[in-house]
């Protein structure tokens, strides 16, 4: 079952049986890009420079032999549910049309003082 926007199975909360593309150098990136790598524990920032250096192992990336036997079947997702919920209106003789595939809650916009 998928709840991550377009159902990338390595972000899913299945995602441990699947190859990890990500790595240790994206980590520090997204913190360093973020601007809070300084923030973020000195134990965590030094496992990711040990991870980055090579001196900790990466997850297992696409063709490692771990995911030889593995395989995968996408039973539920909202995309799934959005074009089921289509179908089943157009059956009941509704004109539909799926504006997005994102469901989200904007955040209210706080008035100017």
Not at 5 to 30: E, F, R
Request: aromatic share 4%.
């Amino acid at each position: 079952m998928s709840d991550v926007l377009g159902d990338d199975l390595s972000t899913i909360a299945s995602g441990t049986t699947v190859p990890d593309t990500s790595t240790y150098s994206d980590a520090i990136s997204v913190l360093k890009n973020k601007g809070v790598w300084l923030t973020v524990p000195e134990s965590v920032r030094h496992h990711l420079q040990q991870g980055e250096q090579g001196l900790i192992a990466e997850t297992p990336k696409p063709n490692d032999s771990v995911f030889k036997h593995t395989s995968h079947v996408l039973c539920g997702s909202n995309t799934l549910s959005l074009k089921a919920a289509q179908q089943t209106a157009e059956q009941l003789g509704y004109n539909t049309q799926i504006y997005s595939e994102q469901l989200c809650v904007l955040p209210k916009k706080k008035p100017k003082n």
